[in-house]
Each structure stands twice: as C-alpha cells, then as structure tokens.
C-alpha cells in the first residue's frame, strides 16, 4: 500500500440551530492509506455512520475538507457529487437492499451498469462463491448470500472504496464471519479501499487501520502490523 487515498482535516459537522445545536463532528483529522481496511469504531452517537454518509457524498459538512482520490468533495457541484458516487464508490448496508424481482446476476448487474470500468460478473459470482445460486431471486437466497450479493452489486463497478455500514449487522455469527471472509478477499484480490463502521470491536483485528470514534473525536488511529484471518476472529 503506498499514498493516501482520504484525507479529513479538521472535518466539522453538527444539526439543528441554537440551543437544540448538536456537534456530531468536532474537528476530525486524520489519513487513510489506499488498499487498506479501515474499521470505524464506536457506539452508537460517537459519529461513525456520520463520517460514513460524508465520505459517500451523502451527507454535508460545516468546515474542514474532505479529499478522496484527490477530489476535495467540498468543491464538488451536485452533478460532480453524482459522478463521484458513481465512479468511485460501492456502498453496501446492514440491510441488503436487493431488487426482489431481479435474480441475484440481475442485481450484480445493476452495480456494473453504472460504470465504464465494471468487473467481470462472472469472476467476481466466483471469487464470492455465488455462480451456483445467480438465477435465484432474493428471496430464495439465505441472509449471507443476499450480502454477499449486496457486496458484489458494490463492487462491480470497480469502484476505488467499499463504504461499509453494519455489513454484519442482520447476520448470525457463522454467516457474519463468511461476509467477513469475503471482504478480506476482496480486499486482498481486488486492493479495494474498504471503509467498515460498525460496533463489533472484532473487526478491528482483520484491519489494517482503526479509528476509535467517541463524542465525535477520534481516540485513537492505531495501525496493525499483523492482521488475523477473518475465519479466526471470535466475539
């Protein structure tokens, strides 16, 4: 891994006015290596999924900038905000958002429509053991495959960072760590930059970066020189 790929310097954030004014980011500043894991700790309120949103062009912000890719989203028109959600990103949620009436290659599809340098469907089903199962419809899917189908869907457009919210959430423990597999996979055959907000503190260990988010600050940005396998990892 060499560069950075995000870049936050003194990033603030807040909602409401006046005395109902709540400071949700309170001068974040800090850099995130490209083709890294980077796992956003904290509980709920401690501005993880606000970072998130902001990172994926979905959210504003007061002061401070954003740089990603080399892009300072604070300078970005709404038609260019739509290009970099489209060009350089891959979102994937708790819940998994899949078209009902498309069958599972359908769905990838979708993902791979939006972009001009997509992967090829057929390799990535494979890499995330799907290829048996893409004729079926969401609902025929279990809730692991339904995510890895999400995070397929995401990653084929090839997009430079995997924005990951709760990806593990709505998951049993078994089905959470295969999820986990895959996108340590990913991370290691594609170099994709992934970008995990979540609470299970677990994860932290398959990261490369960690950010400890509290009260809208950042505790601690530890890097881990040794990383443990998803298939290890136990909570």
Request: proline residues 2%; hydrophobic residues 40%; aromatic residues 6%.
């Amino acid at each position: 891994m060499s560069g950075n790929i995000i870049e936050f310097s003194n990033l603030r954030k807040s909602y409401g006015q006046g005395d109902s004014r709540i400071d949700v980011l309170k001068g974040i500043d800090c850099k995130i290596k490209r083709g890294s894991i980077c796992t956003l700790l904290g509980p709920s309120g401690s501005g993880k999924s606000t970072l998130l949103n902001i990172l994926g062009g979905i959210e504003s912000f007061e002061e401070g900038s954003v740089i990603v890719d080399g892009l300072e989203l604070n300078n970005l028109s709404k038609d260019d905000l739509l290009r970099y959600r489209r060009n350089k990103l891959g979102f994937v949620f708790q819940f998994y958002n899949l078209v009902s009436n498309l069958t599972l290659r359908e769905n990838i599809e979708v993902g791979a429509y939006l972009s001009q340098e997509a992967l090829d469907i057929d390799e990535l089903m494979e890499v995330l053991g799907l290829t048996d199962h893409q004729m079926k419809f969401p609902n025929q899917l279990s809730g692991g495959q339904q995510q890895r189908t999400a995070i397929a869907r995401a990653l084929s457009k090839g997009p430079a960072i995997l924005l990951c919210d709760e990806p593990t959430g709505a998951l049993d423990y078994k089905t959470a760590k295969d999820v986990l597999e895959m996108i340590q996979k990913i991370n290691k055959e594609y170099k994709s930059t992934i970008i995990i907000a979540s609470h299970n503190i677990a994860i932290a260990q398959m990261s490369h970066e960690v950010l400890s988010l509290h009260d809208g600050t950042i505790l601690e940005h530890k890097i881990n020189d040794k990383l443990v396998d998803a298939r290890d990892l136990v909570w």
